[in-house]
């Protein structure tokens, strides 16, 4: 598959999409945008809509209103042209138990029409599964279940590849694989979007991410740029007592507390220059000044108000 | 289609569970004409002299025939009512269903293919069915009349078997529409045989319920799916041991039925299908 470089291209865009089973709202009128070429991670507390967003984005669940757009077409009306350019890993394998790894692929290859012989011992040996082709499916551990999900995913070579829980079940050696495969999609130019609930993991892979809440999204854009939104300054100044007092009177500081004779201040990191100023300003001057950068799971916490 | 139709006879013929009901034809083929014959030339048979001598036609050409698609009917509906269950169910439970359209997404194609697939294994079911029963029938009317005439066997003859075999097939369709219906409303292989299977056993008792009745109600089995069922394979070749009974609607009636049954539940399939959420 040819993918174009273009990484302005949105590949997914979603216009207030919301799904509401009965009385529960699973998606509340959410808003992304995945541009060509981004590893898009998608977090967000069990029972956030993350599923509920997969399933709307490949046409298996009806949004209640809203809009999606994949590679700029409306899937109500492009479903079938728009799917053989995804590959989907989903949280439950979905394969045939009676069926070989081999049968498998080639049911799903036949179904998705256009992808030859060949094509199956390839993405076989990519997941490591070539000596295992030919033994049934429910004989497989979990962690080759799994990674016969994904060379199913990857059959038709798509240009864009949604994976929901892609290590649930793998051991770490296992997990370090995928990683490395999912590093090395995106490395080939394939949009990925990633939903898992193991934040190192996506603190890992994702230059892209969004964080959802009961059904919203609550922050959205690069990863090093949110760490960094909720990353905090570590200072030490010439007079303490009263850069703290001056600190926690300023409206865009969210937090200040005293460490020893240093201080740390919850703020976006690029704000140290605003309160370098401050703090000169008053008399004050800086002996350090360190930037502590949120980590995923601090900042997750932090947004979630888990 | 021909892509998905593939996909769907290759999923039937690799699963363990066609080879197993295919025995059970054949088992129950063997098993039901051996004691039959051994119930007509036993000597301590409970049967009466007017049954005993309709069996005896009936195990004989060209009656055999008749009684042939019967059994094959009757052992058929069960055996493709759980095929079909699971055809549909199983796809749900494993997450397959998910799998397919998730990288398809044609719904009614999906369902479509799977309906075609169960009309060729229905045929190849009553094919079988019939080809057993024609070689132990056969063995009984060569036991029975002392060697087998194939005289009845004409064109005009060969032309009302096949009608009667498209029938016997016509006829355990509907069943098998009723069982996926009921699995893609369950979502489950449970609630496809389940259903099926429970409407199966509640109507024949209904049936002999209303057959005694008075008033309109005497006329509810001529509009329910196994009495028209057994009407048309009966009406077919001969009544042959079904001949007493005179309590059945016509040929043209049973079918005019049959076919709204299967188009009612065709559409509801599909109906249903195109509007589920699925789990992704």
């Known amino acids: ?306 | 289609m021909n892509q998905l139709l593939g996909v769907e006879m290759l999923k039937i013929r690799k699963r363990m569970m066609t080879w197993i009901l295919l025995a059970v034809l054949v088992a129950f083929m063997v098993l039901y004409v051996v004691f039959s014959y051994l119930s007509v030339t036993s000597s301590s048979s409970n049967v009466s002299p007017q049954e005993h001598s309709a069996l005896k036609i009936a195990l004989q050409f060209p009656l055999a025939f008749t009684l042939i698609l019967s059994v094959t009917q009757s052992i058929g509906i069960i055996l493709l009512i759980i095929l079909a269950a699971s055809l549909i169910g199983n796809e749900y439970g494993w997450g397959t269903v998910s799998q397919v359209i998730g990288r398809k997404g044609r719904r009614t194609l999906y369902m479509d293919a799977k309906v075609v697939a169960l009309i060729v294994i229905t045929l190849l079911l009553v094919l079988i069915g019939l080809a057993i029963g024609t070689l132990l029938s056969i063995f009984t009317t060569y036991k029975l009349a002392g060697g087998v005439n194939w005289d009845f066997f004409t064109s005009s003859f060969a032309g009302h078997l096949i009608k009667m075999f498209g029938w016997t097939a016509f006829t355990i369709m509907i069943y098998i529409l009723l069982a996926m219906f009921f699995a893609t409303l369950g979502r489950s292989v449970i609630a496809g045989i389940g259903g099926a299977l429970g409407y199966h056993f509640i109507e024949a008792i209904l049936v002999g319920v209303f057959n005694n009745a008075s008033g309109w109600s005497h006329r509810i089995p001529d509009y329910l799916i196994g009495h028209n069922a057994q009407s048309l394979l009966v009406t077919g070749l001969d009544r042959g041991p079904f001949g007493s009974s005179t309590n059945i609607p016509s040929g043209l009636h049973a079918t005019v039925v049959l076919i709204i049954y299967g188009m009612v539940f065709l559409g509801m399939i599909l109906y249903l299908f195109r509007r589920q959420d699925l789990t992704a």
């Open chain 1, 1 to 306: 598959m040819k993918i174009s470089n273009n990484t302005d291209e949105v590949v997914v865009k979603t216009e207030n999409l919301t799904k509401k089973f009965g009385n529960l709202v699973a998606v509340n009128e959410l808003n992304l945008k995945i541009h060509r070429g981004e590893i898009f991670g998608f977090l967000g507390p069990n029972g956030s809509g993350k599923t509920t967003t997969i399933g709307m984005l490949i046409g298996l669940i009806r949004p209640t209103a809203g809009r999606i757009e994949i590679f700029g077409q409306d899937i109500m009306e492009s479903l079938t042209t728009i799917l053989p350019r995804i590959g989907v890993v989903m949280e439950k394998p979905g394969l045939y138990p009676y069926l070989s790894g081999s049968d498998n692929l080639l049911v799903l290859a036949r179904v998705s029409g256009g992808v030859n012989h060949k094509r199956i011992g390839e993405v076989l040996e990519l997941v490591g599964l070539t000596s295992r082709a030919d033994d049934k499916f429910q004989t497989y551990s979990m962690g080759m279940k799994q990674r016969l999900a994904i060379a199913a995913a990857l059959l038709s070579d798509p240009e864009f590849i949604i994976l929901d829980e892609p290590t649930n079940g793998l051991d770490p050696s296992g997990m370090k694989e995928v990683r490395e495969l999912i590093k090395s999609l995106g490395n080939q130019g394939k949009t990925m979007f990633l939903n898992s609930h193991l934040l190192h993991e996506v603190e890992q892979v994702c230059d892209h991410l969004a964080i959802v809440k009961q059904g919203k999204v609550i922050a959205q854009g690069e990863t090093s740029h949110l760490l960094r939104r909720g990353g905090a300054l570590q200072l030490r100044v010439t007079d303490t007592e009263k850069a703290i007092s001056i600190l926690k009177s300023t409206e865009w500081i969210s937090s200040v507390t005293r460490e020893d004779d240093s201080i740390q201040v919850d703020v976006p990191l690029e704000r140290a220059a605003d309160i370098s100023a401050l703090l000169a300003k008053n008399n004050i001057f800086l002996s350090e000044m360190k930037a502590r950068e949120s980590t995923l799971e601090t900042f997750f916490l932090e947004v979630t108000g888990g």
